[in-house]
C-alpha cells in the first residue's frame, strides 16, 4: 500500500478536542509545516499519537531530499481558519521549493512543527510523484482551501 488518498490524523483531532487539549492553533502563522514524501510511505491515519508525528512512526522516513528541499519541509504561511454556513476551513499561503532537484514528492504531511510533538495533520495526497530538475516544485493549495469540514447542512 501506498498514498492512495488524503485524510486527517484522528489521533491529533481527538487529542486537539478531548481532554488532553493540545494547543493546535489552526490560524496561527508560525505553527504549520507541509513536507513532502514519497509513495513509499504507508499512511496510518489512525495511528497513536507518537507515531502521527513528523519524523515517527512511518514519517521517520521516505522523506523526499535534494537540492532547495530542506527536511522538515517549509513553513505555510499565513495559515488561517475561517468559517461560514456550517463549514470551516482551513487555508494557508501556496508551497514551493524553488531552485530544487527533488524526485517522486506524491504527498505533503502539513504538520503541527509548534508543538514539541510535531503532531501530523493532514495528508494530502499530491495525485502523483512530481520531481524537479533544479526547478520548482510548486503546491498551489486548492480555492476552498486545504481542507473543510461540514459541520452542518
Given amino acids: 500500500m501506498s498514498i492512495t488518498s488524503s485524510g486527517f490524523f484522528t489521533s491529533t483531532f481527538v487529542a486537539t478536542l478531548g481532554a ?4 493546535l492553533d489552526l490560524d496561527d502563522d508560525d505553527m504549520f509545516k507541509v513536507a513532502l514524501f514519497t509513495d513509499s510511505v504507508v499512511p496510518d491515519f489512525d495511528a497513536v499519537a507518537a507515531s502521527a508525528a513528523y519524523g ?3 514519517w521517520a522516513s521516505n522523506e523526499v531530499s535534494g537540492t532547495g528541499y530542506t ?3 517549509a513553513v505555510l504561511g499565513t495559515a488561517a ?3 461560514a454556513s456550517g463549514v470551516l476551513k482551513f487555508d494557508a499561503a501556496d508551497s514551493s521549493w524553488t531552485s530544487s532537484t527533488i524526485t517522486g514528492a506524491k504527498g505533503a ?3 503541527a512543527d509548534g508543538l514539541t510533538g510535531k503532531n501530523a495533520v493532514v495528508l494530502v495526497n499530491l495525485g502523483s510523484g ?3 530538475s533544479n526547478g520548482t516544485l510548486a503546491i498551489t493549495w486548492n480555492a476552498s482551501g486545504i481542507f473543510t469540514v ?3 447542512s
Fill in 20 to 23: 488532553s487539549q493540545i494547543g
Fill in 56 to 58: 515517527a512512526g512511518v
Fill in 71 to 73: 527536511a522538515g519541509g
Fill in 81 to 83: 481558519l475561517t468559517g
Fill in 109 to 111: 504531511l502539513i504538520y
Fill in 130 to 132: 512530481y520531481s524537479t
Fill in 150 to 152: 461540514t459541520l452542518n
